[in-house]
């Protein structure tokens, strides 16, 4: 006779199907330890900070009150748009010495 699950478990098995369902991860069968059972194998891969790494909005004085309702927005910022401009310099000087 099935157990009945936990609150805790009916949780987990929702949110392992809303991750499937967006395609977070993916669950494979597989036998182990004589029984079938599935492997969870996450499918979303590092994130890689490096491209933002140096961006000036992390240490801003003005963070608190920058975004699109703001009274800085980051359309307008000089020190955003001198950042983006200077990576993108460096990424081209990059780019042209391979």
């Known amino acids: ?3 009945k699950l936990t609150n805790l ?12 369902k967006k395609g977070m991860v993916k669950r494979v069968k597989e036998f ?4 079938w059972t599935r492997r969870l194998i996450p499918l979303i891969r590092e994130v890689k900070l490096d491209p933002i790494r140096g961006a000036p909005c ?22 955003l748009e001198s950042w983006v401009l200077e990576s993108y310099r460096s990424s081209l000087k990059k780019s042209s010495k391979r």
Do not use: F, T, V, W
């Open 32 to 35: 182990a330890k004589d029984r």
């Open 1 to 3: 006779m099935p157990q």
């Open 58 to 79: 992390l240490s801003c004085e003005y963070e608190h009150i920058c975004g699109r309702e703001g009274k800085i927005k980051p359309e307008n910022c000089p020190k």
């Open 9 to 20: 478990e009916e949780r987990a098995i929702r949110l392992l199907l809303k991750h499937e």
